[in-house]
Every structure is written in structure tokens, then in C-alpha cells.
């Protein structure tokens, strides 16, 4: 299990890890991503970037590290992941054989339809330009441009522009988390395509767990990539916005059908 974009074990995992390994016979194991909370990075890679395919691999990393344990069986070892992790975890399973249940929760799915929704055109432009001008002063060896992930102000830039992206991460400011990524992040996000890779997931199990009222990771998109997915598949369709499913009533029912996936699937 990994957390969304740019957020921290600490902001999410917690709740379903500890419900699962309370309910099933299994282990969970939870970490930051690479460059965010009790994570490093690499020696010249900037702290809190979010690069999709480094995170990707990352989790078959984590994979392995979990099979190298004596207490775990090394083959039956599920991914579980949320919005953005969520869409690695489509990938993940579609390359990573080792991989036997796909649990993915409101997952981004299309970082070009997400990013040019989320953004206006005159944003847009002013952003290529941005982009433009951090890579060429990276390659001259300048430290990164940075942006807000949320702002109290969404007509302020910010990588997760809509108002209950605010609301679930500022209860956080001030804490562990850290209110800034690098630009290039975003740059990535546009070009990341996780639903490319869904048909591919098959014969591995897949659960998707989509919220109806998404603005941050829309669910005619989610949906559109779930129909390309071959079966074994299973599809959740939750009532409420992107954040529902962390907390409350609408975790409960989610959580309550991602424990019985498990059950079949895996223990």
C-alpha cells in the first residue's frame, strides 16, 4: 500500500491496513513514497517529485521486500492503491506477474483528460511555458520550480486544484506534510496513461472502487478504463466526491467489498 499524490502513509492508509489485518489472515505493509515523509530518494533527486514510472517500480520493489520476509507467503501477495497509487497499482498488476488481487480506489486513469479538465486553456499555456523554462534550467543544474499541491484559492496554481483536495489535505498543513511538489511533477502527471495498461491485467482479479461524484479523478474516465479490463474484474460504485472512501460511512461499504475480494482472491 502507498498513498496518493504527494501524500503520506500517515494520511490515509492507516484506517483500511488496520481494518484489513483485524478481518483477514494478512499483512500489510505501508510506506511513503520515494522523496515524501520517512522515505528518501536518490542521491540528486529532489525531495517530494512525483514521477509515475519511479513509483511504479517502487512498488514491485516493495513487493519483493515483503516476499523476502519469513512470515509472509511469497505467493499470494495483493496491491491495494488510491487515487494516484491507485493508478499504479493498474500497472503494477499488469506487468508484475508476482501480483494475484488488484485493489484500485478511485484511481486516476488519464493524466491528459485529467490535467486539461482541471486546468483552463490560458493555465495551460502559461504551464507549457513553465515547463519549458524548469527544464531548461535543471539541465543548467538549478534547483526545480515548485507548486502548491492544494491552495485555499483554486484560481491560485496548484497541482490538485479543486476545493475538497483542500479540504483533505489541509488537515495535514503544518504537520508532516509538506505543501509543495516539484513543477515537473505535473508535467508528468499529463503524460501518465495508466489505462493503457488495464487489458493487461488479466488473469490477475481486479477491483476498481469508483466514486460518483469524482472531480479529481472523474468517473466517466475511471469507467471508460474499466471497460477495457478483461475478466476476472469487479466493479464499486460509491456514492459522494474523491475523498469519500477514506473515512465515514462510504469507507465502511468499500471496505466491507475490497474484504470480501481479498477473501475470494487471495486468503
Given at each position: 500500500m502507498a498513498p496518493g499524490f504527494a501524500g503520506l502513509r500517515v494520511m490515509g492508509l492507516e484506517a483500511p491496513a488496520e481494518y484489513f489485518t483485524s478481518k483477514l489472515p494478512l499483512a500489510c505493509l505501508a510506506y511513503d513514497n520515494r522523496g515524501f515523509g520517512e522515505s528518501d530518494t536518490k542521491e540528486g533527486e529532489p525531495m517530494r517529485e512525483v514521477l509515475p514510472h519511479l513509483q511504479i517500480s517502487?512498488?514491485?520493489?516493495?513487493?519483493?521486500?515483503?516476499?523476502?520476509?519469513?512470515?509472509?507467503?511469497?505467493e499470494n501477495i495483493g496491491v491495494w492503491g488510491s487515487s494516484y497509487s491507485g493508478a499504479h497499482i493498474l500497472c503494477v498488476g499488469a506487468i508484475d506477474r508476482r501480483v494475484k488481487a488488484v485493489l484500485s480506489q478511485v484511481p486516476l486513469t488519464s493524466g491528459w483528460e485529467n490535467f486539461h479538465r482541471a486546468f483552463r486553456p490560458g493555465?495551460?499555456?502559461?504551464?507549457?511555458?513553465?515547463?519549458?523554462?524548469?527544464?531548461?534550467?535543471?539541465?543548467?543544474?538549478?534547483?526545480?520550480?515548485?507548486?502548491p499541491v492544494v491552495n485555499e484559492n483554486p484560481d491560485n496554481l496548484s497541482a490538485l486544484p479543486t476545493e475538497d483536495s483542500y479540504q483533505a489535505y489541509s488537515g495535514f498543513l503544518g504537520t508532516v506534510f509538506t505543501n509543495d511538489v516539484t513543477l515537473k511533477s505535473?508535467?508528468?502527471?499529463?503524460?501518465?496513461?495508466?489505462?493503457a495498461?488495464?487489458?493487461?491485467?488479466?488473469?490477475?482479479?481486479?477491483?476498481?472502487?469508483?466514486?460518483?461524484?469524482?472531480?479529481?479523478?472523474?468517473?466517466?474516465?475511471?469507467?471508460?478504463?474499466?471497460?477495457?479490463a478483461k475478466e476476472p474484474k469487479q466493479l464499486k460504485i460509491l456514492h459522494g466526491g474523491h475523498f469519500e472512501p477514506y473515512s465515514g460511512k462510504t469507507f465502511e461499504i468499500n471496505i466491507a467489498v475490497q474484504t470480501e475480494f481479498l477473501k475470494t482472491h487471495l486468503c
Open positions: 517502487d512498488y514491485s520493489d516493495a513487493i519483493t521486500f515483503a516476499q523476502s520476509l519469513p512470515e509472509i507467503d511469497s493555465t495551460i499555456s502559461s504551464l507549457n511555458q513553465a515547463f519549458k523554462e524548469d527544464r531548461l534550467a535543471r539541465a543548467q543544474g538549478k534547483e526545480p520550480s515548485r507548486i505535473l508535467e508528468a502527471m499529463r503524460a501518465y496513461e495508466p489505462a495498461h488495464i487489458h493487461r491485467i488479466s488473469p490477475t482479479p481486479l477491483l476498481m472502487s469508483v466514486a460518483d461524484n469524482d472531480v479529481v479523478a472523474p468517473q466517466d474516465l475511471a469507467l471508460q478504463a474499466f471497460s477495457l
